[in-house]
């Protein structure tokens, strides 16, 4: 049974996160300051917690499984067709940077940080992000 209020919470969070991410984007980065970084870093870590929390949920509802690791959701959509291997490495990539984020703290790398602003490498979350709830209205 699908959770309406979860998954408004969860699209209210990542288009959250997707605009203030897609501002740093647009701005010139060596005029970020500290507190910058320190946001771009915060808006990165909830825009993957919700992008993981979301596949967790496609999982339970597309197929009933729970999964209770990031990985095991990443994998197990790929492992039924729902991710290529292209989307897979990219996504285990990005939940491997979401670790750095969490865990590994004190040795973030501001120019990789910087290059994943310039480059956007976190808009394969927003396509798969649409892709999936346009997936989770079709089960109703």
Known sequence: MRDIAYEQ???RHQRRMLRILDEYHQENATQ???RD????QRALQIYIESFVGMARYLVQQKYQLSV???REAVDELKRRGDLTFQQHEALLKIIGFH???VHDYLEINESIVHAIIKKRDYAILDALLLEWWTVLEALE
Request: aromatic share 12%.
């Open 37 to 40: 970084f320190l946001a771009i």
């Open 99 to 101: 670790n750095v984020l």
């Open 68 to 70: 209770s690791q990031s």
């Open 32 to 34: 970020w300051s500290e």
């Open 9 to 11: 919470a969860l699209l």
